[in-house]
């Protein structure tokens, strides 16, 4: 019965995952007031149809079934530098006259690191069993062949 219950819901869950993908799909914003522009048009809403997702075999512009047009904003344009005034960020570099006063050489600094290994430790001596010869019993030997 568990087998079953199981089967049932996980073929379930695969059929709802395959269906959010391939029909038209409610626009909703995640944040309040935070408007969803899809190609120059506020989405928030509407009703979006087309191919999304990894399903897609190729490119389509999705249809937007309501919403509105949103003017492009008109945003300024910095280039620095284009009128020739001096850029107002960055590294101020000031050339020092020649005969200056140098300052006193630094002290001369060394350090160095080095790394090895452990020398190995030494095997202790280990002496092998001793050999026990086994016994000869008395009596005559037997050949031990299979038979055919």
Same mark, same amino acid.
């Given at each position: 019965m568990?087998?079953?219950?199981?089967? /049932? +819901?996980?073929?379930g869950s695969a059929l709802g995952a395959a269906a959010l993908e391939s029909g038209p799909q409610i626009v909703i914003p995640g944040r309040p007031g935070v408007p969803i522009i899809i190609n120059g048009r506020d989405a928030?809403? /509407? +009703?979006?149809e087309g191919d999304w997702g990894l399903a897609r075999g190729n490119h389509v512009q999705p249809t937007i079934f309501g919403g509105r047009r949103v003017p492009p904003l008109n945003v300024g344009h910095y280039y620095p530098g284009a009128t020739g005034e001096q850029v107002g960020y960055g590294r101020l570099e000031i050339e020092p006259p020649e005969n200056r006063k140098l300052p006193k050489p630094a002290e001369s600094f060394h350090q160095s690191w080095s790394a090895e290994s452990a020398p190995p430790m030494p095997q202790p001596m280990v002496e092998p069993p001793p050999v026990i010869l086994a016994p000869e019993l008395p009596g005559p030997r037997r050949n031990f062949r299979p038979r055919n």
């Open positions: 568990r087998a079953a219950l199981t089967v /049932a +819901v996980w073929i928030s809403y /509407a +009703v979006i």
